[in-house]
C-alpha cells in the first residue's frame, strides 16, 4: 500500500476492537477500588494491595501471552480466547457484587474474576498490539501516527468506560456496583463480535496476505536472522532455560525475605529482572539486535517510575476523588469514578495535537529522539504532581479543594502520556527482531507490571489524619508530602534520562 492512501483499514478494525476492550478493562478499574473500600468493606491499605497486584500482574502475564502468540497460537486465536477469558472474569465480579451479603462468596468470586482478567489481559494485550506493526512495512513513516491513532481508539474505550460504569456502579448503593461490572462485561463481548466478523476481510499485510495466523516465531521468511536461532540445541536452550529460572527464583527470594516483599511483589520484581536477563543472552542475537534491546530495558526501567506515579489515578486519586475533592456541579455531585474519563478525553484531544507538534518538529530537523520524548513525558508527570501539591499545601483535614486542581493534574499527566506511551510502543516495534515481536512487547509491559505493583504499594501510604508514614525515605503526613514524593521521584527520573538520550541513540544503531 502506497503511503500516500493513508492508513490501511485493518488499524480501524484494530481501533475498534481496542475501543471495546478498554470499555471493560477501565469500566472495572473506575470503580474497583470504590467496590473493594465500600462494598467488600476493606480499609485502603489492604484494598490498595489488591489493586496493585492486579494492576501488576494484568501486566505481568503479557509475557506468557505474548510467548504463547509468538511459539504455538498466533495473533488472532490469542486475541480471541484473551477476550473469552475477560468477559469471564467480569461476569464473575458481577456475581461477587451480587453475593455481598455472603461475604466468603462474595470474595471468592471476585478473587476469581481478578485471576480470569488477569490471564485473559495477558493474552489479549501483547498480541493487539503487536498486530498495528504488522500492517505496515519495517521502516513505514507512518507507523508512529498509527499507534497513537490506536492508542486514541484506547482512550475513546477508556472515556467512555468510567461514565458508564460509574453511572451504574458508582451510585453510593453498595449493590449497584455489579451494574457496572456487568456493563464492563458487554464491553467484551461486542469486542469478541467485531473482532471475530471481520479479521478475515481487514486483518492483511502490504502484501495482501493474512497476519496473525501463523506464529511469528515459525514464520521464516519474516527473519532471515531465524536461521541463526535454529542452531541452538534443544538441549543448550534447556540449560539455559534451568539457569535463568533458577536466577529468577533467588531473585524472588531476595525480594521476599531481604527486603520483606510479600509474594506477589517479590514474582514480580523477579520476573522483571529474570525474564529480560533470559531474552538479552539469546545466543540468536546480533550485536545490533542486544544492544537495540538493551535499549528497550533501560527506557522501560525509566518508565517504571512514571507508571508507578501516573497510575495511582486508579488508587489514591480516586480515593482523593472521593474524600478531598468538591465535587458538586449545579447542586449535582459527580461521582468520583467520573475523574477517570478525564484523562482519556484529554488523550483524545491531545492525539491530533501531539502528531502535529513531532510532525512540525521533524521538518525542522528538531524531533526529539524517542528517549527524548520518554524523559519529556516523565518530566510532565512531575510538574502534574507539582502542580497538585501546591493546590493543597497547609489545607486543613476535612476541607475539600475544587475539581480544578484534579483537572489540571490530569491535562499535565495527559501531555506526559502522549509523549511517553505511544513512543515506547513504536519504538519496542522498530527496535525488536520480528521472530520476538509479541514476547518483546510483553516484556515492555513488564515494567508496567512493576510499576502498578508499586503504584499499589504507594498508594496504601496514602495519608489518613493523625498518621505519620515513611515512603522511599520521605516522611509523609499531609497530602502535600505524598504528592511531593512524586514530583521527586519522576522529576529525577526525568533528568536522568536526559543525560543518557546520546548514548541511547548510539545504540539504537540508526533507528529513530
Not at 59 to 71: E, F, H, N, Q, R
Not at 80 to 96: D, I, K, R, T, Y
Not at 337 to 359: E, H, K, T
Amino acid at each position: 500500500m502506497s503511503q500516500s492512501k493513508g492508513h490501511p483499514k485493518g488499524l480501524y478494525l484494530i481501533f475498534a476492537t481496542g475501543t471495546a476492550e478498554r470499555f471493560s478493562y477501565y469500566g472495572m478499574r473506575a470503580i474497583f477500588i470504590l467496590f473493594l473500600t465500600k462494598a467488600l468493606l476493606m480499609d485502603k491499605v489492604l484494598a490498595s494491595s489488591i489493586y496493585g497486584s492486579y494492576t501488576g500482574l494484568v501486566y505481568l502475564t503479557p509475557l506468557i501471552g505474548g510467548y504463547v502468540a509468538d511459539k504455538y497460537w498466533g495473533i488472532r486465536r490469542s486475541v480471541f480466547w484473551g477476550a473469552v477469558m475477560m468477559g469471564l472474569g467480569q461476569f464473575l465480579l458481577f456475581l461477587s457484587a451480587s453475593f455481598l451479603n455472603s461475604v466468603e462468596m462474595s470474595h471468592w468470586l471476585m478473587y476469581g474474576g481478578l485471576g480470569f482478567l488477569i490471564f485473559g489481559n495477558g493474552f489479549f494485550k501483547p498480541t493487539i498490539t503487536t498486530l498495528v506493526g504488522q500492517l505496515y512495512e519495517p521502516n513505514d513513516s507512518r507507523l508512529d501516527a498509527a499507534y497513537t491513532i490506536f492508542y486514541m481508539g484506547i482512550n475513546v474505550g477508556a472515556f467512555i468506560a468510567p461514565l458508564v460504569c460509574g453511572y451504574f456502579g458508582d451510585t453510593g448503593t453498595p449493590e449497584d456496583f455489579k451494574w457496572g461490572f456487568l456493563a464492563a462485561a458487554i464491553g467484551v463481548l461486542f469486542t469478541i463480535i467485531v473482532f471475530e466478523t471481520q479479521k478475515n476481510k481487514y486483518l492483511v499485510s502490504p502484501s495482501g496476505e493474512q497476519i496473525g495466523i501463523i506464529p511469528d516465531a515459525q514464520n521464516h521468511k519474516k527473519d532471515e536472522d531465524k536461521q541463526e536461532q535454529l542452531t541452538i540445541s534443544k538441549e543448550d536452550a534447556i540449560k539455559k532455560a534451568l539457569f535463568f529460572a533458577g536466577v529468577t527464583v533467588i531473585l524472588f527470594a531476595i525480594f521476599k525475605w531481604v527486603f520483606d516483599a510479600e509474594y506477589i511483589s517479590a514474582g514480580i520484581f523477579a520476573a522483571c529482572i529474570g525474564i529480560p536477563a533470559y531474552i538479552l543472552f539469546d545466543s540468536s542475537l546480533t550485536r545490533i539486535e542486544r544492544e537495540r534491546i538493551i535499549v528497550i530495558y533501560i527506557i522501560a526501567f525509566f518508565v517504571i517510575f512514571f507508571w508507578a506515579a501516573y497510575e495511582q489515578a486508579g488508587a489514591s486519586l480516586t480515593l482523593f476523588a472521593d474524600e478531598q475533592t468538591n465535587r458538586s456541579i449545579f447542586g449535582w455531585e459527580m461521582p468520583a469514578s467520573y475523574f477517570q474519563a478525564f484523562n482519556p478525553l484529554f488523550v483524545v484531544a491531545l492525539a491530533f495535537v501531539m502528531p502535529f507538534i513531532w510532525g512540525f518538529l521533524s521538518k525542522r530537523k528538531m524531533e526529539p529522539s524517542s528517549p527524548a520524548k520518554q524523559a519529556i513525558g516523565l518530566f510532565l508527570l512531575s510538574l502534574g504532581y507539582l502542580f497538585i501539591a501546591i493546590g493543597v499545601k497547609d489545607l486543613q483535614p476535612g476541607v475539600k479543594v475544587s475539581m480544578l486542581w484534579l483537572t489540571g493534574l490530569y491535562f499535565i499527566h495527559t501531555m506526559g502520556e502522549m509523549a511517553l506511551s505511544p513512543i515506547g510502543l513504536s519504538m519496542v516495534n522498530r527496535l525488536t527482531p520480528v521472530r520476538f515481536a509479541s514476547l518483546m512487547m510483553g516484556v515492555w509491559y513488564l515494567s508496567n507490571a512493576a510499576a502498578n505493583k508499586l503504584a499499589g504499594i504507594l498508594s496504601g501510604l496514602y495519608p489518613e489524619a493523625g498518621k505519620s508514614k515513611v515512603i522511599l525515605g520521605f516522611e509523609v503526613v499531609s497530602l502535600y508530602d505524598f504528592f511531593m514524593v512524586f514530583v521527586v521521584m519522576s522529576g529525577i527520573s526525568a533528568v536522568i534520562l536526559f543525560l543518557l538520550c546520546k548514548w541511547l541513540q548510539k545504540l539504537m544503531h540508526g533507528v529513530k
